[in-house]
């Protein structure tokens, strides 16, 4: 954070490093996707909130499945676990889900340890998120957040919000015509 301070318009990662590190050949790229998936243990349904899914969990399995199946292949989708996982004993329940898609070269896992938050929400085009602050940076970046439940930001015209699955997937299917 000090660097970014430092020198105002320069990031620790740009879109072209992160590629390299990745080993993705950005012509082939349109659109880059960040999931930040909840802690898997957090009530989706504290405070009778609105959430499409049964948990946070169940949406992040099913979104990694249908992106999976639908097969985007201009699309590059960053997976980023909570920062809180250490917190909630999940420390690696993302990564062993994220396995299941191995094969699919344009899902990844984003390192905490290697790209911070500010540079993700520079370099991706949008975020999925259940109801998380992230879809509030994204949106302050002039970036739609694609949301899964009520948030305290809901209703105020600055995120692709769904009120069913079938809502939720079609975002995600049409993802690419969304500005």
Sequence with gaps: RDLKIANQNKYLVNKSKLLKKLKIDSSNIKKIIL???HCFSDAPHGNGTFFIFRDYYQQ???TLEFIDKKSFPNILWLVRPHPSTGWFNEV???EELLSKYKNNKLIKLCSVKFINTSDLVEICD???TGRGNIGLEFACKGKYPILAGAASYSGLNFTKES?????YFSKLLNIQKIS
């Design 35 to 37: 999931i930040a998936p």
């Design 60 to 62: 992040f399995q099913e």
């Design 126 to 128: 949008h975020v999925i």
């Design 92 to 94: 690696g329940s993302v």
């Design 163 to 167: 009120k069913s699955k079938m809502e």
